[in-house]
């Protein structure tokens, strides 16, 4: 029996018209100094850490807890913005596939495994309207590495749940 359905954000639920990519443009500029920082960065299927590692390597600038915390405090205000801005939707399908799921005899909890960061990926979904439906999950700040985040969202379901959940 399903009893946990974990969704990833961006092309999955939500698009956001390049809100997240501008964000992250924004931050690099205005945080570092660093126009075009997002030029050479490939964003599918990454972490937000990874890429934030990623930049602050490619300038030689030290990846501390103070620049990633500057970086994060900078993004997610860019991001609250920029959303606004951008021509973004939730994706065709979304809100009757949620609403089948919770019409089930016994309806799974709803949990995410994005490689956003927990706040960004609440501000998108937030905008959206789509917030209050997870009530778990795995972000891209619980760990840099996307493939750890699904045992991370395993063992967070199952102590929200009350119970084991195996793998499948």
Known sequence: MVRLVLFDIDGTLIQTGGAGVRAFGKTFETAFGLPSGTEHLKFAGRTDSSLVREFLASHGLDLTAENLQHFYDCYVFWLDHLLGQCHGRTCP????????LQSLAQPPAFGLLTGNIRLGAEIK?????????FSTGAFGDDHEHRDELAAIAQRR???ALGRKLRGD
Do not use: I, T
């Open 93 to 100: 399908g979304v809100w009757s596939f949620l609403s089948d």
């Open 125 to 133: 979904l937030r905008h959206y309207e789509l917030w209050g439906l």
């Open 157 to 159: 379901a199952s102590r």
